[in-house]
Nanobody
């Protein structure tokens, strides 16, 4: 059973930074497709960033150049470094693991960016 636990969300002013962490058990992250998604009130959940095989990354156009996804293979943890945050980045952020055609989700962590 894959279990994902996010942490690191909070309240930050525009232009600030946060680092989200996703610790996992039940699978080896570098062997799967890992991703960070977000969902703002009244909007659909959207992909923010993904990493496959521990090094191949993909980003939504809205966060390119500001966010960085990475994997710590020793800690089996996925990170999302978020810089130059904007109010429109406010959302609940979810960690995702796609393994054997099954999606696993964490409980989500709130990120609020004030203007």
């Amino acid at each position: 059973q894959v279990q994902l636990v996010e942490s690191g969300g909070g309240l930050v002013q525009a232009g600030g930074s946060l680092r989200l962490s996703c610790a996992g058990s039940g699978t080896i992250f570098r062997l799967n497709a890992m991703g960070w998604y977000r969902q703002a009130p009244g909007k659909e959940r959207e992909l923010v960033a993904s990493i496959t095989n521990g090094f191949s990354t993909n980003y939504a156009d809205s966060v390119k150049g500001r966010f960085t996804i990475s994997v710590d293979n020793v800690k089996n943890t996925v990170y999302l470094q978020m810089n130059s945050l904007k109010p429109e980045d406010t959302a609940v952020y979810y960690c995702n693991c796609h393994k054997w055609n099954t999606d696993y989700w964490g409980q989500g962590t709130q990120v609020t960016v004030s203007s």
